[in-house]
Antibody
Framework: EVLLVESGGGLVQPGRSLRLSCAAS????????MHWVRQIPGKGLEWVSG????????GYADSVKGRFTISRDNTKNSLYLQMDSLRPEDTALYYC???????????????WGQGTTVTVSS | QSALSQPPSASGSPGQSVTISCTGS?????????VSWYQQDPGKAPKLMIH???KRPSGVPDRFSGSKSGSTASLTVSGLQAEDEAEYYC??????????FGGGTKLTVL
């Protein structure tokens, strides 16, 4: 079974850091690009960051650029999101998602985790 | 980097067809054939319905189809069924390894 399981969310004060993890199983992790997408409860989806299978292509939404860092460890089938200088507006459910294309990302996210909640508040 | 524009709501009766639009610019929807559509039920993770403008993943009914004209992409649901009622989001590549989502459209089956 293809599975993505996020962890690492929680309550954090503004300005502090948090690191999200996503454990992948059931597919050849290092063949695919991966993404982080967030959603404020009751609101729409926002793409946060993406990374190609070989780390050659990394992108960030303007809203998080310079504060968030995406990375992956293909030996551990894991995706990460280091979130620094957190703001209240970063409060959301964070999803890890797999790109459906081997190699070059095409943005069709065909496997999603259930998400991990990040709350930034004093 | 603005979100893609979708109508907040759409509706149709069972058996009818409904089309949801997703408007961007030459820098995203109009510049690439990398538009996807997602269906999201309340409390659930999104589900991929269409990728690369008009490609349907395995298991998605052929009642769902996608198209693009200029900087506007469209999702058409034919033969509406009650189970199609959900929130629908479009997404597009926006260059420089960035992706955008639309604001979402609530589809109601009357």
């Amino acid at each position: 079974e293809v599975l993505l399981v996020e962890s690492g969310g929680g309550l954090v004060q503004p300005g502090r850091s948090l690191r999200l993890s996503c454990a992948a199983s059931g597919f050849v992790f290092d063949d695919y690009a991966m993404h982080w997408v967030r959603q404020i409860p009751g609101k729409g989806l926002e793409w946060v960051s993406g990374i190609s299978w070989n780390n050659d292509n990394i992108g960030y939404a303007d809203s998080v650029k310079g504060r968030f860092t995406i990375s992956r460890d293909n030996t551990k089938n894991s995706l990460y999101l280091q979130m620094d200088s957190l703001r209240p507006e970063d409060t959301a459910l964070y999803y890890c998602a797999k790109d459906e294309s081997r190699g070059v990302p095409v943005g069709g996210l065909d496997v999603w985790g259930q998400g991990t909640t990040v709350t930034v508040s004093s | 980097q603005s979100a893609l524009s979708q109508p907040p709501s759409a509706s149709g009766s069972p058996g009818q067809s409904v089309t949801i639009s997703c408007t961007g610019s030459i820098n995203d929807v109009g510049g690439y054939r990398l538009v996807s559509w997602y269906q999201q039920d309340p409390g659930k993770a999104p589900k991929l319905m269409i990728h690369e403008v008009n490609k349907r993943p395995s298991g998605v009914p052929d009642r769902f189809s996608g198209s693009k004209s200029g900087s506007t992409a469209s999702l058409t649901v034919s033969g509406l069924q009650a189970e199609d009622e959900a929130e629908y989001y479009c997404s597009s590549y926006a260059g420089n390894n960035k992706w955008l989502f639309g604001g979402g459209t609530k589809l109601t089956v009357l």
